[in-house]
């Protein structure tokens, strides 16, 4: 095993693991190469979480990809067929991607391209920056394989955001909203060379040929970061809040709202946990009338479920709160109950708004107490006392075994008595004992 392996290897969970292993079998069963790529290998070689799994193959990445969901179970959420693009999400959660090995050739800003096949090293080249622009090979003969034809490694150790070609931001003006975000979420700073290229790309207006969906689409990767709100005062003071609403600017960008959700979502929940994007989007739009946040919401293009969510999510947060700050709950146990039904927009969203501080105090007391006490209970456990799986039976088991282990007073810990010294010997008679 390479040494790259072991990195990745080391920074995947076991659904993620489970992927790639999947992905692997299918390409060499399809008699074609693949790659790991993009943010998966950013995000491996930087010792960060990986949050989603990039795939490039040298072609048929649409039948690939559906194969992985067939074979995995999960949904397509959207493709590509001119650029041979498909986007994953899988039945365990975790997002994935398949995409061809590429060129493509603009004529003007964020036109349509003409594509066409590349080698592995072609199809890094033409990406946005050199950060993601490396890959790493899941194939037998070159398994463990880095490829980084623009030296993206020495960019991530030097924490510097450059492009990987000249023609970064007329090919796709919307990499001028990433690149803001990963100053903000990355913390890096931008190559004085890539810098010139941005500031001649907003004087073009190259921003303008891009989607406002684009846009929308980098806001909601932002409102997972603690620098959230940094980020969107930097999209204003550029102009490119506008192109979402020309509501969002000035005092109407809820700047102060923002900063205390955030503050509120990294200090109470836990890293790794399901985001909170519809609370985030809720008081992101607080301050704007019907109108102007029903033109926002549109924006962000929201699927049904979402859509449906976000209408009952006041609703839900004010029921939350009434059942958190009932005399009724006497019992960790109770408490935990009620929070692991709730969504993380609802939790949080009453976190923002509840002024109760027996309602603050439960909701962190399930997250730094009661929701750890439950995860040590195991379905092992359960399955040692008789109970077989998959049956209502064993559901009560496990529901039965979390409750009394949430509710058990812990121990008291006796200290070990201090020893006590021995008296001193007596001392012998002066002058000693006569014969």
């Known amino acids: 095993m390479s040494d790259y392996m072991f990195v990745l290897e080391s ?3 076991g659904a993620q693991s489970k992927i790639v292993s999947e992905m692997q079998r299918i390409a060499t069963h399809a008699g074609m190469n693949v790659w790991l790529t993009g943010g998966a290998m950013r ?7 990986i949050t989603d799994l990039d795939f490039s193959v040298e072609r048929d990445a649409i039948k690939l990809g559906k194969a992985l969901v067939q074979a995995l179970g999960g949904d397509v959420v959207s493709e590509d067929s001119l650029k041979r693009w498909i986007e994953l999400r899988m039945a365990n959660g975790v997002r994935a991607s398949v995409s061809n090995l590429r060129t493509e050739k603009y004529t003007k800003p964020g036109g349509k391209p003409q594509i066409g096949p590349a080698t592995i090293h072609e199809d890094l080249q033409r990406r946005d920056f050199t950060i993601n622009a490396m890959a790493l090979a899941l194939n037998r003969g070159s398994r463990g394989l880095l490829i980084d034809p623009t030296n993206g490694q020495a960019d991530l150790q030097q924490r510097e955001l450059r492009a990987a070609n000249s ?3 007329f090919d796709d003006p919307s990499r001028i909203f990433r690149l803001v975000r990963f100053q903000h979420v990355l913390g890096f700073e931008t190559a004085p060379r890539t810098q010139l290229q941005i500031e001649n790309a907003l004087l073009e207006d190259y921003q303008k040929a891009a989607s406002p969906s684009a846009l929308a689409s980098e806001i909601r990767a932002l409102s997972e970061s603690e620098n959230a709100v940094a980020g969107l005062e930097a999209y204003e003071r550029l102009g490119l809040l506008k192109l979402i609403s020309p509501a969002l600017a000035g005092p109407k960008l809820n700047a102060a709202g923002l900063g205390k959700l955030q503050k509120l979502a990294h200090t109470v929940m836990p890293p790794g946990k399901d985001g909170a994007w519809l609370a985030f989007l809720t008081v992101l739009t607080e301050k704007l009338n019907p109108r102007e946040r029903a033109d926002v919401i549109k924006a962000f293009e929201l699927s049904k479920h979402e859509t449906d969510s976000l209408k009952k999510l006041e609703a839900g947060a004010k029921k939350l709160e009434s059942s958190l700050k009932s005399a009724r709950i006497t019992k960790p146990s109770l408490v935990y109950e009620v929070l692991v039904e709730a969504s993380p927009d609802e939790i949080l969203m009453v976190l923002y708004q509840s002024t109760l501080r027996v309602v603050q105090d ?7 107490k009661y929701l750890p006490l439950a995860e040590e209970v195991t379905e092992e456990q359960v399955i040692a006392t008789g109970v077989k799986p998959g049956t209502p039976k064993f559901d009560k088991a496990l529901r039965a075994m979390v409750t009394a282990h949430i509710n058990a007073r ?3 810990v006796v200290p070990p008595p201090e020893p006590v010294a ?3 010997a007596p001392m012998a008679a002066r002058g000693g004992a006569r014969k």
């Open 11 to 13: 920074h995947l969970d």
């Open 43 to 49: 995000d491996t070689l930087r010792g960060a979480r």
């Open 167 to 169: 023609y970064a931001f």
């Open 362 to 368: 439960r909701i962190r007391a399930y997250y730094q």
């Open 410 to 412: 812990p121990k008291k």
């Open 422 to 424: 021995p008296p001193p």
